[in-house]
């Protein structure tokens, strides 16, 4: 082993007993994401997506509540005002199927 890869080793090491010591917040993402399309503005229903989510044990994390507010806005008639919802999230297989699941059920 070469002297620097032992070094590396020994930092890892110290760095994993300080973190032991002391306490560590958990990392959280943001919930509003780096670029979107503007928002929409209206009745959204978000609310039964969450609420389902809550009764089957899966509660929706903000920004999922966040993605789906926008993307089940609906006009006056009850009709979803976006004609089609793109979305990628990279390593989050669950929010992939909520999102399939709704936008499967709004026909989009």
């Keep these: 082993?070469?002297?620097?890869a032992s070094k590396e080793l020994a930092l890892?090491?110290?760095?994993?007993?300080?973190?032991?010591?002391r306490k560590v917040k958990p990392l959280v993402g943001s919930t509003k994401p780096r670029l979107y399309t503007p928002l929409l503005k209206g009745q959204t229903l978000s609310d039964e997506i969450a609420?389902?989510?809550?009764?089957i044990g899966m509660p929706l994390l903000?920004?999922?509540k966040w993605v789906f507010d926008d993307m089940l806005q609906v006009d006056k008639?009850?009709?979803?005002r976006r004609g089609f919802c793109g979305l990628l999230v990279a390593r989050q297989p669950r929010m992939v199927k909520h999102t399939l699941r709704a936008c499967a059920s709004s026909g989009a």
């Design 1 to 4: 082993m070469t002297n620097g």
């Design 12 to 21: 890892r090491g110290a760095t994993e007993v300080e973190s032991k010591r």
């Design 51 to 55: 609420e389902l989510a809550e009764k």
């Design 62 to 64: 903000p920004w999922q």
């Design 77 to 80: 008639d009850g009709k979803f």
